[in-house]
């Protein structure tokens, strides 16, 4: 099989370590206790959610902070690994994460990271940050495809009162819960449940400093040249006219698109397009480019005839071509969500 070398520039470094999930009940059960275990969060029990409407946060690569916390995320073998990490921002546009610790369970003390999680991080920060922690899309899909509640008793994360808020899929694609500052909806935690209620992934602060010492600070910086794509207009740029899924899941909206420009660090590829799918909350990548050198196998006009499936821990990829048309397809969702959008890619 093919690496996923030019998807990992684009859609598996979204969710970095996103893991395989486990049944293990629904998703209040298990939230609650990990809540109290070493990422410091106490939760309280024996109170009722109420119903709200959409909750507003505010994000913290938009104040000027610096930010422990600490990323649990189940691997392919159903175990909760941790990853420290130290997020930095000025609340003018610049961010910067790194990796400061691994843990391959909820028991073991935290090590040094290896190096090759440390240029993961290096690499993907930027999409780390915008994609694989969840943000709040548009207004009419989460109303549409989420009802929310709010807990009536404040959760402590970093020694701040929090809120809990949910937001139950009614498409069931998963629920997903937040924990913000319950003075400035500062976003402190978050947890993402599959479709059975399991742990996806789950972050949590351990500590808040919101007068950071930034000088000095190496801030992130796009790895290759992009720029926003509208249509038909940007057609000379990309270099090609893009192939469109005819199918969505129910819920989901284009949120965004982007045209990656080819470069050294993705040699024998052509302009990437990749486009943004959301129902608010949970988020579809579809991506494409021409390939200089089509894959061996005999090739057809109009057919894929070379797919490959790969679920790295949770993200789940579909990658196949038609003609020297690669396509890629990545989510959270579902295998079978993933066949069907790809399936119903075809040219115009």
Partial sequence: MRTLSLLSLVASSLFLLACDPVDQGGASSENLALSSGSSGGQALSGTS???IEIPEFEYPENVAIELERVIHVRNLNGILERTQETFLADGLGNIRLNVTGFSPDQAQAFATPSTMLQMNYLNQMRFMVKYRDPHLG??????????WTEDAVPVQVAGVNCIRYTAKSLQRYGDVEFLADAQTGLLLGWTQFDASGAISMKMEATSVNLSPSLAG?????PLVAEQAFSGPNDFAALGYEPMEPAYLPAGFYQEEAWLRFSGP???GISNMLVKVYSDGI??????????????LGLQFANRVT????????????????????RLYVAS?????????????????
């Fill in 282 to 295: 949970h988020l579809v990548f579809v991506a494409q480019a021409n390939e200089a050198t089509q894959h």
């Fill in 138 to 147: 548009a207004q009419t899909a989460l109303l549409h495809n989420f009802t």
């Fill in 332 to 348: 959270l969702l579902s295998m079978e969500e993933i066949e069907t959008i790809f399936g119903s890619i075809y040219p115009h």
């Fill in 217 to 221: 600070v190496a801030w992130s910086v």
């Fill in 49 to 51: 959610p109420q119903a």
């Fill in 265 to 267: 660090s993705i040699p």
């Fill in 306 to 325: 070379d797919v490959f499936e790969s679920d790295l821990g949770g993200i789940r990829v579909a990658e196949g071509s038609i003609g020297e048309r």
